[in-house]
């Protein structure tokens, strides 16, 4: 079983909706990263928390350290939002999940 | 600032065959790492070097080398590629070693074994 379990694997969404990502993981940590990676392959930090909730624009992490889950969600979500979202767990290292790719159209 | 730098982007390699990936960053960062990114798997960690001077094995470390220049510049080599390393790499710097530290990546490099 992975460490980090992110879901859904595939996501579709119009113009305009809330978007929510998921993240489980079965390790102790000390902190949680979200990140996005663009289709052209950079990947860039968008948060990182070790608990509670953080906000930069239209985009929104929480965590629940007790269930071990995090959830990544945008509002009014935009085609330029299109890309991979990374979930990663810090220990002494980063364990990184597999990625939700989401395809938003107009 | 560039951030994170990685030469070169794309490199096709036949079996056997020996390269060094390139990577530097300029904002004065104490830990350099390099990652493999593969279809269906998260990126996985093949060093790491905590700070000048200092490199350590990740995840996947075999068929690799690694050297930290300086601190700016840590660098990967394949001795004699295989296909299995056909990948994306990406090297990354934070200020501190743990997972508590944002980490900033390049822009990767798609290699390609034949």
């Known amino acids: 079983k992975n460490e980090v379990e992110q879901s859904p694997q595939n996501l579709t969404a119009q113009e305009g909706e809330f978007i929510t990502i998921n993240c489980s993981y079965s390790?102790?940590?000390?902190?949680l990263h979200w990140l996005q990676q663009h289709p052209g392959g950079g990947i860039v930090s968008l948060f990182m928390l070790s608990s509670g909730k953080k906000k930069h624009g239209r985009l929104i992490a929480t965590i629940n350290i007790q269930e071990k889950h995090s959830s990544l969600h945008i509002t009014a979500s935009h085609p330029r939002d299109s890309a991979v979202y990374i979930c990663a767990v810090a220990t002494d290292k980063l364990i990184f999940g597999t990625g939700t790719r989401l395809q938003v159209f107009p | 600032n560039a951030g994170v730098t990685q030469t070169p982007k794309f490199q096709v390699l036949k079996t056997g065959q020996s390269m060094t990936l390139q990577c530097a960053q300029d904002?004065?960062?104490?830990?350099m790492y390099w990652y493999r990114q593969d279809p269906g798997m998260g990126l996985r960690l093949i060093y790491y070097s905590a700070s000048e001077g200092t490199t350590d094995k990740g995840e996947v470390p075999n068929g690799y080398n690694v050297s930290r220049l300086n601190k700016r510049e840590f660098s990967l080599r394949l001795e004699s590629a295989a296909p299995s390393q056909t990948s994306v790499y990406f090297c990354?710097?934070?200020?501190?070693?743990?997972?508590?530290?944002?980490?900033?990546f390049g822009p990767g490099t798609r290699l390609t074994v034949t």
């Open positions: 990354a710097s934070s200020e501190g070693l743990s997972g508590d530290y944002e980490q900033y």
């Open positions: 904002m004065n960062h104490n830990s």
């Open positions: 390790v102790g940590i000390s902190a």
